[in-house]
């Protein structure tokens, strides 16, 4: 079971990224997938969740109306994509899988499998 984090690098603000998380050992069809990111001395934050129950998608304010969350089954992969973006973007980005319940899907101690983690750089 495991998640492959790929697609980060450095990127001028106003600029766009496009991240993948493919999953091998287990299908991401059956679970939530989201997206957190750890900026330097910083706490990891949920930003972008998208639920198994329904397909039903979730951004933290930070990045609403910029980044959009998806999947591809045939391929076995979730997407993270990353529009305007801006130097507080700044962080290594992760993507997990799990099941938590709704009130729950911002926790990253529900998660059951993790990416590696991929960096993404915005200067300022």
């Known amino acids: 079971v495991q998640l492959q984090a790929s697609g980060g690098g450095s990127v001028q603000p106003g600029g766009s990224l496009r991240l993948a998380c493919a999953a091998s050992?287990?299908?991401?069809?059956?679970?939530?997938v989201a997206w957190f990111r750890q900026a330097p001395g910083k706490e990891r934050e949920g930003i972008a969740v998208?639920?198994?129950?329904?397909?039903?998608?979730y951004y933290s304010e930070s990045v609403k109306g910029r980044f959009t969350i998806s999947r591809d089954i045939a391929k076995n992969t979730a997407y993270l994509q990353m529009n305007r973006l801006e130097a507080d973007d700044t962080a290594v980005y992760y993507c997990?899988?799990?099941?938590?319940?709704?009130?729950?899907?911002?926790?990253?101690?529900?998660?059951?499998?993790w990416g590696q983690g991929t960096l993404v750089t915005v200067p300022a």
């Open positions: 997990a899988a799990g099941s938590p319940i709704l009130s729950a899907i911002w926790n990253s101690q529900i998660y059951r499998s």
């Open positions: 050992g287990f299908s991401l069809s059956s679970y939530t």
């Open positions: 998208r639920r198994l129950s329904g397909g039903t998608t």
